[in-house]
């Protein structure tokens, strides 16, 4: 059996346990239907992706923060001017790229 403090701070907390698991329900809803959005190619390259995350996650991600960060610097370069993609190859360039 649960103790009266036990109880009283689940009561408490019901509101919260509520609220974050219909954000996440929700979350799943729209995620499901932006991607059925998605025309084929785009699905194929989501697909790749996840694979490819999926796989980081498997073999260990690695503790290199700088790696990652240079990733993500390259990615949002991709992302916000395309045109640069073949000149931008991650580390210090791709900041140069960026700017």
Known sequence: MRSPMQQSLMKDQLTLYVFVSVLFVVGVVFGVLLVGALTFDQQQNLAG???QLVQRIQEGMGADGSESFWERVFFSCQMAHPHLGA????GGDAARACA
């Not at 000149?87 to 991650?90: A, F, K, Q, T």
């Open 49 to 51: 992706d996840v694979q």
């Open 87 to 90: 000149r931008v190859d991650g």
